[in-house]
């Protein structure tokens, strides 16, 4: 596809709901990922809650960078590339922490984070 | 979108803003599942359709390349880690135990205010309410020639980054002998 999808539906230049609209969505994302983080006993279940935040943020940065003002084109594409490289680094963060699991749940029979008060034996 | 009908019905304000109240409705309802839910593999279902909604958010403002990257690489990757990871250390169908209701009743208390305070602080600020300014007809050309040239360093950093992580982890998970 040559056109962005995005201009090919026709919104390129106007959109249909304002910048606080995302700010509260963000806000309601980041708001749910924290509280799953506090309530989970599941490491992994807080590790879902953390890719939440880190999904409420990237959807912050590009918020900001389609309503942004100053300049009419923006060669920098500041937006997207802060999202490319959150993904990435979200992808290192989440193969790392499951490594860890699989260790605690080797060496513990659990991964319940309030059974557990050390790495290792 | 070579469908003609799907492209007319799709066209204009009103289309983008049906679609972003139904993306906004997926997201919201799939999000409360994914934080709230008790048992661990249905929070990660939710997580699926979470993450499937916020890509169509990024489509919506204008980079179809980031839209693409999440699906293929966060619901495609990470979910699929997160999947093998609950099954590898959970009993399957293993409900969590119940959360108290003390600290049900706090976190929620916590989260509503703190939603509260952030909501207060964005209505203080005046928005730009319109997107006036355009965005680049395709953005997979730009972006690929600024991480050629501008972001070079944080580009190379970032696969080392990648390559250190996968080896870290592959080490860290090895069979031990006892």
């Avoid at chain 2, 969590?96 to 989260?111: E, K, N, Q, R």
């Avoid at chain 2, 509503?112 to 965005?135: C, D, F, K, N, R």
Wanted: hydrophobic content about 60%.
């Amino acid at each position: 596809m040559s056109e962005s999808l995005a201009q090919t539906m026709g919104f390129a230049a106007t959109h249909p709901v304002g910048l606080p609209i995302y700010l509260i969505v963000a806000a309601i994302l980041f708001v749910l990922g924290l509280m799953a983080c506090m309530l989970r006993r599941n490491a992994i279940g807080i590790l879902i809650g953390i890719e939440l935040i880190l999904n409420a943020a990237i959807l912050n940065f590009m918020a900001f960078w389609r309503f942004r003002g100053g300049l009419d084109t923006d060669p920098a594409m500041s937006g997207p590339m802060f999202g490319v490289f959150a993904i990435v680094l979200a992808a290192c963060e989440a193969a790392i922490a499951l490594a860890i699991l699989l260790n605690l749940y080797f060496n513990f029979g659990s991964v319940e984070v309030d059974k557990i008060r050390r790495m290792k034996h | 979108m070579n469908n003609e009908a799907v492209q007319i019905a799709l066209t204009g304000w009103q289309g983008a803003n049906i679609a972003f109240w139904v993306i906004t409705l997926v997201v919201f309802v799939s999000a409360c599942f994914a934080a709230l839910s008790r048992s661990i593999v249905q929070a990660a279902f939710a997580l699926f359709f979470c993450l499937l909604g916020i890509a169509g958010y990024y489509l919506l403002l204008g980079s179809a390349f980031l839209a693409v990257t999440q699906i293929i690489i966060y619901v495609g990757g990470i979910l699929v880690l997160l999947m093998f990871g609950i099954l590898l250390t959970n009993r399957p169908l293993q409900r969590d135990l119940p959360y108290s209701p003390a600290l049900y009743g706090f976190v929620c208390l916590a989260g509503l205010l703190l939603l509260g305070a952030i909501e207060s602080v964005i209505a203080m600020v005046p928005w730009q309410q319109a997107a006036t300014l355009s965005v680049p007809a395709s953005d997979v050309r730009p972006l690929g020639r600024m991480l050629i040239t501008k972001y070079l360093l944080p580009f190379e950093l970032a696969g080392i980054t990648l390559l250190l992580c996968l080896v870290g982890a592959a080490y860290l998970v090895r069979r031990r002998e006892r």
